[in-house]
């Protein structure tokens, strides 16, 4: 380690590496520090026996060309391969492909019927909100309108495991029932999109990725293969790393900081960890932690053969009774199958921290397993093998008072260490939007 730097990370996840690549690409000298013994943060997958099991599927999600660039240039190949749109969604004991979002078609044609004149109505009469959404609870009363509303908190309730009206409206990303509504077939919806207010209501089957989005993953192996690259690529462009490392104080009067006892000089400085970690770092506070429910999941993992495996990459489950969400199969978006023709299926469940489920996290593995079958997603009778894990966090799922808090805390953090120190978007989930938010900060040209 240096005494000085052009660039200072904080942090080892996903988006300070990029960030880091990025400054040293571009000629600067860099210096990232990690507190743990290796980079990767979320991205890091589990370990179980010949399995890596991802922390979800975590797609290089609609990626235009030049996203898909930039990553080759780094990873040094082209080890992302496109992966198209492969989902699956349970409502109503009906299994719809081809769509992730909810099929209201399964409640019925006079439902249906009834809940489009009621969204259209609105929609025509109001064709944008009269006032901002401050909860999730404002979202759905327009995005449901009164025949889904009901539908729609259950739904919230059941993926995030909190009340709508405390939820802010950052989260809504984080659950895939808000947006254009699947009602009627594809003949009908095509035609009904040509009208702007018609394709701001409804769904529609994508029938390709199109040529300048991509959804991206490295085929037949995980997300290790990626973390390692990118390791590769900091080593590549003479990016200094430290693990095991914090920043112990910030001096930005003087554009210094003190790390493992040394003073280091910089130019600028990118927090590109978790918005709560850096508040709580430079400014001593937790408005956004206590602004944040962090929610726990229990991974189910199942070994099952491969040809028993319905053919979506994931199948999201509506039903209010399972406790099912999402279901991925890894054994398909990846290839990752044993010798024997096995792979992998991980069925998630929100729960609740010091319950039952949490601190039992099998106990309710037979009957994840048989939600599976009941939604069509496997078709064995049994597993050949299963393990849950307990997942302390995997979603951060922001409070009705999180904007007001990060507005707040970006404008302390500018007021008390001026434009040198960086801070990245608080509310950014994918991949995509982590690119086009270091896009807009200046780090990636």
Not at 385 to 410: E, H, N, R
Request: aromatic share 10%.
């Amino acid at each position: 380690m240096r005494n000085t730097y052009d660039k200072i990370v904080v942090a080892g996840g996903f988006r300070s590496m990029v960030a880091a690549y990025a400054w040293a690409k571009a000629g600067h000298s860099v210096l990232l520090i990690e507190a743990l013994d290796k980079l990767g943060g979320f991205m890091s997958p589990i370990r179980w026996g010949d399995f890596w099991i991802d922390k979800g599927p975590q797609f290089f999600d609609n990626f235009e060309e030049h996203d898909r660039a930039f990553f080759q240039e780094m990873l040094d190949g082209d080890l992302l391969d496109s992966i198209g749109f492969s989902y699956a969604s349970y409502m109503n004991g009906t299994k719809t492909d081809n769509f992730a979002i909810p099929d209201w078609r399964t409640r019925g044609p006079e439902f249906v019927n009834a809940a489009f004149s009621d969204l259209f109505a609105k929609r025509i009469a109001e064709p944008e909100p009269a006032q901002p959404f401050a909860t999730v609870s404002d979202v759905i009363a327009r995005d449901g309108g009164e025949m889904l509303q009901a539908d729609l908190i259950t739904l919230t309730e059941k993926f995030l495991r909190h009340s709508p009206e405390d939820l802010g409206v950052p989260s809504c990303q984080m659950i895939t029932i808000f947006g254009r509504k699947l009602f009627f077939d594809q003949s009908v919806s095509t035609d009904l999109k040509q009208s702007p207010i018609m394709d701001g209501l409804l769904a529609a089957e994508k029938a390709t990725n199109g040529e300048t989005r991509y959804n991206l993953y490295p085929r037949g192996t995980s997300l290790e293969t990626v973390r390692l690259a990118m390791e590769k690529a900091l080593d590549r462009v003479g990016v200094d790393v430290a693990l095991n490392t914090t920043l112990d104080g910030l001096d930005a009067q003087n554009n210094s900081c003190t790390i493992a006892g040394q003073s280091v000089a910089y130019g600028q400085i990118f927090f590109g960890g978790d918005c709560r970690d850096a508040e709580r770092q430079l400014l001593g506070t937790d408005e956004l932690r206590n602004n944040t429910h962090l929610l726990p999941e229990i991974f189910h993992c199942f070994v099952v053969p491969t040809a028993d495996v319905d053919a979506a990459y994931y199948t999201m489950d509506y039903d209010p009774d399972h406790l099912s969400t999402r279901m991925t199969n890894f054994c398909n978006y990846m290839d990752a199958r044993d010798a024997d023709g096995n792979g992998v299926v991980c069925i998630e469940q929100p729960v609740d921290r010091d319950t039952e489920d949490w601190n039992d996290p099998a106990r309710n593995q037979d009957r994840i397993f048989q939600e599976a079958r009941d939604v069509g997603n496997i078709t064995s009778d049994n597993y050949i093998s299963a393990k849950s894990f307990a997942i302390p966090v995997t979603y951060k799922v922001p409070l009705a008072g999180f904007v007001d808090a990060w507005s707040d805390v970006k404008a302390r953090t500018k007021a008390s260490f001026g434009d040198d120190v960086l801070l990245p978007d608080a509310t950014t989930l994918t991949r995509k939007q982590t690119l086009d938010d270091l896009r807009q900060i200046g780090i990636i040209t």
